[in-house]
């Protein structure tokens, strides 16, 4: 018998969402998709929206929803960017310093 290898190629993503720190006042979200099936984008979008709906960045329950969110992405095979308009790894630095 020989053996056999296959490389598997990595799937393409299905889409990309961005999503943007839009500021302290209400809708805090703003979402833009460069790529992606509309349909899939929207059901996406639809969830994402109300597990972030009236949560601010520096809010508790925004990490916990944020990893809900990105665990939603590789499921559907879809690239999501974060924007929250300040640097994280300032904000992480700030955490361990602690």
């Known amino acids: 018998m020989s053996e056999q290898t296959t490389e598997t190629s990595p799937i393409p993503p299905k889409g990309h969402l ?3 720190y839009a ?17 899939l984008l929207e059901i996406f979008l639809n969830r994402t929206e109300a597990r972030l ?5 520096h809010d508790p329950q925004f990490q916990r929803n944020r990893e809900r969110i990105n665990r ?3 499921r559907q095979n879809l690239l999501v960017e974060w924007d929250l308009q300040y640097d994280e ?6 955490d361990t310093e602690e």
């Open 18 to 20: 961005k999503i943007i």
């Open 23 to 39: 500021g302290p006042t209400a809708p805090h979200w703003e979402f833009r998709s460069d790529f992606g099936e509309k349909s």
């Open 53 to 57: 709906l009236l949560l601010p960045p």
């Open 72 to 74: 939603d992405a590789e």
């Open 89 to 94: 790894e300032d904000e992480e630095d700030k």
